[in-house]
């Protein structure tokens, strides 16, 4: 099955607030507390309209079955952060072709030139990107406070000079 990503409307902000505070992926999710669709549609007008974040549904055949965005971009440095989710009933394996998918966006339609992400420890998605480039650059410390305790989370990036090495022998696309 093919993916692909469809940019996030006002339509879809219910669809995510419920993934993101549902108790299997809150876990992942380096945010405080629960949302309220006030939060949400206050990021979606002053994130997404304003092209601060470009957020898209991970899709297969017109069904929604995730999220991945780049956000907190940095015009200057062309750098961004890549954030993500996948629907519990599908197979976290999508999150790969999403990332790919992604990736494209980033260094061909935005011209970054790095692109990165900060995974808890615990959340084995840190393979999945590295196995698509992404470099392990360091581990910060109780970055996060899940489950009544501290977690550690590693620093994963991927530069726009090693994908293009990658898109050229065509091992990722």
């Known amino acids: 099955m093919k993916i692909n990503l469809r ?13 993101r505070n549902d108790p299997v992926l809150y876990n992942c ?18 994130e997404v309209l304003n092209k601060k974040t470009f957020a898209f549904n991970i899709c297969i055949n017109n069904t929604k079955i995730g999220y991945i965005a780049l956000q907190n971009i940095n015009w200057i440095t062309r750098s961004a952060e890549v954030s993500h989710f996948i629907d519990p009933e599908y197979d976290p394996l999508f999150i790969t072709c999403a990332h790919a998918a992604i990736c494209q966006v980033a260094f061909n339609a935005l011209n970054l030139n790095r692109i990165h992400s900060i995974c808890f420890c615990f959340n084995k998605v840190y393979e999945v990107l590295e196995k698509l480039g992404f470099k392990r650059e360091g581990v910060a410390k109780e ?31």
């Open 7 to 19: 940019p996030i409307t006002k339509d879809d902000l219910e669809w995510i607030l419920r993934h």
């Open 29 to 46: 999710f380096n945010q405080a507390m629960p949302l309220t669709m006030e939060q949400e549609l206050s990021w979606y007008e002053n």
């Open 143 to 173: 970055i996060g406070f899940k489950n009544g305790k501290y977690t550690d989370g590693y620093y994963m990036s991927l530069m726009r000079e090693d994908f293009k090495k990658m898109e050229k022998d065509e091992s990722i696309s």
